[in-house]
């Protein structure tokens, strides 16, 4: 059974950081491909940032590009959100997501989820 946990959600002002982190048991970490994904009240499930099992692919939504950064510690199970100038908009359920395949910023590729942490920006 795989497990994803998130934590390090909050509310913060905006222009400020968060650093949101995933850890996953069950399976060999350095075998996924790893996203982040977000939904904001009533939207769709949008994909927010992608880094392949070796860390050398990484894709961002271009509304966060420069913004955030995504990275991967395999000794430690562990993927990592980076959030800096944080603005109201970003404000949503932050997911992280495990794939069995290639890494990709389409949900309907992750086979793992899971349960999400909120981020909310203040202005």
């Known amino acids: 059974q795989v497990q994803l946990v998130e934590s390090g959600g909050g509310l913060v002002q905006a222009g400020g950081s968060l650093r949101l982190s995933c850890v996953v048991s069950g399976r060999t970490f350095s075998s996924l491909a790893m996203g982040w994904f977000r939904q904001a009240p009533q939207t769709e499930r949008e994909f927010v940032a992608a880094i392949s099992w070796s860390g050398e692919l990484i894709a961002y939504a271009d509304s966060v590009k420069g913004r955030f950064t995504i990275s991967r510690d395999n000794a430690r199970n562990t993927v990592y959100l980076q959030m800096n100038s944080l603005k109201p908009e970003d404000t949503a359920i932050y997911f992280c997501?495990?794939?069995?395949?290639?890494?990709?910023?389409?949900?309907?590729?992750?086979?793992?989820w899971g349960q999400g942490t909120q981020v909310t920006v203040s202005s």
């Open positions: 997501a495990a794939s069995l395949s290639m890494f990709s910023n389409n949900r309907a590729r992750y086979d793992y």
